[in-house]
């Protein structure tokens, strides 16, 4: 049993029957406190979601945390640079119109969202790692430019599957949304 303080319990009561069923967990609330029973590997997924969900991130973008793999990662700001207006670093890490926070979070194959001066990464390990360094250039001052090209160029090679093996290959975020969506019009 795991309890946690949540600042956007709304968020959390109002898809807390969703949540139950895909994460296959019982939660409680009282107040701002919510509680998760279930199996360990069930706590620490449905922990990992609640915090994303209190993060800031929608709940489509949330629950691709029980995705085989997935994890959530927080990037400090302050722990990058010596800047006392951070303002101005959180305007380049959004960007105008919020294009370079999408730009990243497409490159990287990872979600992204901002929270005063953290910023949270769901991905896989690998993506989340490419997306954290991308993160720390913008915050330490490099062009968006530089950035995105490095991004490119360091792509990972798609897999092709010649159906040699068993194991089922790793799902894109848009064919996660897909498949959670359909599953829940058949309800």
Partial sequence: MKTIICEKIARI?????????TLEV???NRGREVTIEGSPENEFTAEQVIDALNFGFPYSEAIYIKTEGRLMEVVNIKDYTNKP????????????GGKALKTLSSLT???????????????????LERGTEALI???KGAKHGAVYNELEKNMPKP?????????????????????LQNSEDEE
Avoid: Q
């Fill in 85 to 96: 207006n951070l303002s101005s670093i959180r305007a380049r890490v959004i960007g105008k």
């Fill in 13 to 21: 009561i109002k898809n807390k029957k969703k949540l139950e069923k």
């Fill in 109 to 127: 194959d990872c979600a992204m969202e901002l929270k005063e001066n953290k910023i949270a990464i769901i991905g896989l390990p690998e993506d």
């Fill in 137 to 139: 250039g913008i915050i």
């Fill in 26 to 28: 019982k939660i409680t």
């Fill in 159 to 179: 897999i092709y599957d010649l159906g040699l093996k068993n194991e089922r290959e790793p799902v894109t975020m848009e064919e996660f949304e897909k498949r």
